[in-house]
């Protein structure tokens, strides 16, 4: 994923879009197993074309868009909701796998599963008279 495939706006990237758009979080929540972490981001109206995730220098970065302008056909009465840019940046641990981070998105959620290295058990180790 590099800058060219992550435009906001026409020839504006979105390092530059943080600097002069509208910008919103999404809410997330976090926990852990004894297995994984994972984060969850509740992002109503973001279709799965405008969200971005990327795991980057040790920091796992969700990114995208929601669009309320793209409703069409509507005449609305009261209009709260509106377009903006959503950015939130998480520093990783070290016991995170980073190579094997995997996400989903389903009904407005994104859920990011963060494997955790496997930690080695204490254990015996027979020695061997020879």
């Known amino acids: 994923m590099n800058n060219e495939e992550m435009e906001v706006t026409e020839n504006k990237s979105w390092?530059?879009?943080l600097e002069t758009e509208l910008w919103t979080p999404p809410i997330v929540?976090?926990?852990e197993t004894e297995t994984d972490y994972f984060i969850t981001a509740n992002m109503p109206g973001v279709i799965k074309e405008n969200v971005r995730v990327k795991v980057e220098k040790?920091?796992?970065i969700i990114m995208g868009r929601?669009?309320?302008d793209e409703i069409q056909n509507r005449k609305f009465l009261?209009?709260?909701?509106?377009?903006a840019n959503f950015y939130r940046s998480f520093k990783l641990s070290e016991s995170v796998n980073e190579k094997n981070v995997d996400a989903t998105f389903e009904d407005g959620q994104l859920m990011v599963k963060l494997p955790k290295y496997h930690k080695s058990k204490p254990r015996s180790i027979e020695i061997k008279f020879l």
Request: proline share 0%.
């Open 15 to 17: 390092e530059e879009a």
């Open 78 to 83: 009261l209009k709260e909701s509106r377009t």
């Open 29 to 31: 929540d976090i926990y």
């Open 58 to 60: 040790a920091n796992l």
């Open 66 to 68: 929601v669009n309320y």
